[in-house]
């Protein structure tokens, strides 16, 4: 009877194994490690981002001066840097002892860096009056921002030149709405109410009535 034998043994095989995954699948905690049941379990919901809002100088007061440089800035608007340079070479070839053909050779450099909405940018520096604050957004790139105080006080860029790797550039950005540091604050509250009445105070060496 081996045909007998083997059928029972599937039969007793395939019981185990709807047991398991039905018990799987009433037990939450298993069915998050079981590979059948996880394939078709949802995925946790990533936390909310937190928003971007404007680096001024409460938030130095907030966290302090010393923590400025742990954060990560963000730029609110693109800028555009343009550096231009170039010149003319100019002269007769010579071949030999004869005078030959004349040259000229224009050289146009055109660099173009675009710093575009939302860049990350890391603290360099900050003056002693915290009213100008350098940001870099590249190796070597810092840009400086200056406190708008008719702007809610946020750092700005006031327009300029950036200087960079030696050369300076000019910078084209929207004028009417001109980039501004970003920074990410995780603002949290927590309210510990506490309610109780108060006993009483006796004068030592004598009792209520």
């Given at each position: ?151 809610g006080g946020r750092y700005q860029w006031l327009g300029g030149t950036v200087e960079y790797m030696g050369h300076f550039y ?40």
């Amino acid at each position: 009877m081996p045909f007998k034998g083997v059928l029972i043994r599937n039969i007793i095989f395939l019981s185990v194994i709807f047991i398991i995954m039905t018990g799987c699948c009433t037990n939450k905690r298993l069915c998050r490690t079981c590979p059948v049941c996880s394939a078709t379990q949802p995925s946790l919901p990533a936390p909310p981002a937190l928003p971007l809002e404007p680096f001024t100088p409460s938030i130095t007061l907030e966290v302090g001066k010393d923590n400025i440089e742990n954060f990560q800035f963000y730029i609110s608007e693109t800028m555009i840097l343009k550096h231009e340079d170039g010149g003319i070479d100019g002269g007769v070839y010579e071949i030999g002892f004869i005078a030959g053909t004349g040259f000229t050779h224009i050289r146009s450099i055109n660099d173009t860096i675009i710093i575009s909405s939302n860049t990350e940018g890391i603290f360099e520096s900050i003056s002693e009056d915290e009213e100008t604050i350098y940001i870099s957004f590249d190796e070597g790139l810092n840009i400086m921002f200056n406190i708008n105080y008719g702007f809610g006080g946020r750092y700005q860029w006031l327009g300029g030149t950036v200087e960079y790797m030696g050369h300076f550039y000019n910078v084209d950005f929207d004028e009417l709405n001109p980039p501004i540091l970003l920074i990410k604050m995780d603002r949290r509250r927590t309210d510990d109410n506490e309610l109780r009445e108060a006993q009483g105070r006796v004068v030592p060496g004598r009792s209520n009535p």
